[in-house]
């Protein structure tokens, strides 16, 4: 089997090359881009990247060459933010909220998170991974090659472990690289909505010790907010996710001022998200902890909202933003990072190369993986895509289009289109 691969004749080759850390201000602007560029891969990992003739001389014979046919080359999106184990879907309340109805009255009448887990609850383990294998095609196919994937429409012991036993077997046996959270708080269920207490004692005492010892999340997260978890009991549930060494993220400011930015600065958790109602106050007291925030522009398009978090405002305060889709049945219903980029450049105003880092290293670092993926650097994996374009402004300008002609992951052809590189076949997965 050959192991060597060297990628040749990149238009552009997207490398985000540089500090190791979440990018900042003027250097989330900075792509690190070799013109005619080339990478050369070992072992599913990046030996180098430099111009196309320093590249070849150290192709050997037994390299496998594809020709990037002058189009772009750029590290898979990382998705930071994605709910993708579910049972059923929700096109009912779109065509509800297309009448005139809002996301929150929806909720509010027992539709919402709700009726998604009637279903999830129903399903059995194989018919959650079914379903769920589905929606990994489709992140491979728009370029995405790492998701962090959340539990949460269980919100029983079991079915909470169900969904987050699907998801390591999402991870073991689909080529895309899953990082699981913990999201029993995702909202009270019916049979505790008399003794919401009780249901935070058992996320306490009994979910989060029982997935920290069998190893099942990296991070726990809470949705505060009116109907949701208040302040107080968002706090307990994290603090106790933290005692057992997890990672904290926050649904925080998404519907309201719910002062979860300020508990998520308070926590020092890794990441503070969605912040569609965050203003100066939240911004500086994510900055002053260190808080990635992480913005979903395509969940506020998908309820049919306006009110798009303040992007440029947190660039400016220095916070190292990260865009993800949020991919869930209810109010984001897609897998496309190409449309969060859109989204950014349009309504966010977030220049494509800000959104580009924010949707690829930013993103690896608010996952705790900014050392393995997210750049085109010597040592990291390579998983990167081939985008049917030459310029990287075009993946969000041509808007609603699947760019990706092939996808790889550490080194392997995992997803590609029929215009894909000639003389290699997809890896089967299925
Ligand atoms: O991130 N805000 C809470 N959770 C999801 C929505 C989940 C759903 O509607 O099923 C979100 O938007
Ligand atoms: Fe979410």
Not at 19 to 27: L, M
Not at 137 to 145: E, H, K, N, Y
Not at 272 to 300: F, R
């Amino acid at each position: 089997m050959n192991r060597s691969l060297a990628i040749i004749g990149a238009s552009q080759l997207v490398t985000l090359a540089g500090p190791r850390r979440p990018r900042i201000g003027a250097e989330m602007r900075d792509l690190a881009i070799i013109n005619d560029g080339a990478m050369l891969i070992r072992d599913g990992r990046i030996v180098q990247t430099g111009a196309r003739g320093e590249i070849e001389k150290l192709i050997d014979a037994d390299c496998e060459v594809v020709d990037a046919d002058k189009r772009v080359v750029m590290p898979g999106f990382v998705d930071a933010h994605t709910h993708p184990v579910f049972a059923g879907n929700r096109a009912d309340e779109f065509e509800m909220r297309a009448a005139g109805k809002s996301y929150q009255e929806i909720a509010a009448s027992g539709g919402g998170i709700r009726s998604t887990v009637l279903k999830t609850r129903a399903a059995s383990e194989d018919e959650l991974f079914t379903a769920s294998r589905r929606y990994c095609d489709w992140f491979l196919r728009a370029g995405t090659t790492t998701v962090e994937a959340k539990s949460g429409y269980g919100l029983t012991l079991e079915d909470e472990m169900k969904m987050l036993r699907v998801i390591r077997r999402l991870d073991e046996e689909t080529p895309l690289r899953y990082v699981p959270t913990f999201l029993g708080a995702h909202t009270p269920p019916d049979e505790y909505k008399d003794n919401r207490t009780a249901y935070v004692d058992l996320i306490v005492n009994e979910m989060i010790p029982l997935v920290a010892r069998e190893g099942l999340a990296r991070f726990c997260d809470v949705f505060c907010e009116k109907g949701a978890f208040d302040v107080d009991e968002s706090r307990r549930i994290l603090q106790a996710a933290r005692a057992c060494g997890m990672g904290l993220r926050v649904h925080a400011d998404q519907l309201s001022l719910s002062g979860g930015s300020q508990l998520a600065a308070e926590l020092g958790a890794m990441t503070a998200d969605h912040l569609e109602y965050a203003g100066e106050t939240q911004i500086s007291a994510l900055k002053s902890a260190n808080v990635q925030p992480v913005l979903l522009p395509a969940s506020v398009l998908l309820i049919g909202s306006h009110r798009y978090p303040d992007a440029r405002a947190m660039i400016d305060a220095g916070l190292a933003i990260v865009l993800a889709t949020d991919f869930n049945p209810g109010s984001s219903p897609t897998t496309s990072m190409p449309l969060v980029l859109t989204l950014a450049s349009t309504q966010m105003k977030m220049t494509p190369a800000e959104a580009i880092t924010a949707a690829t290293i930013n993103a690896a670092f608010s996952l705790g993986l900014g050392d393995e993926v997210g750049s085109l650097e010597s040592g990291k994996w390579a998983d990167f895509v081939i985008h049917d374009c030459e310029d990287y402004r075009e993946l969000g300008y041509f808007a609603g289009i699947e760019h990706p002609v092939g996808a790889f992951v550490k080194g392997k052809l995992v997803a590609r289109s029929a215009r894909g590189p000639a003389g290699l076949a997809a890896d089967s997965h299925s």
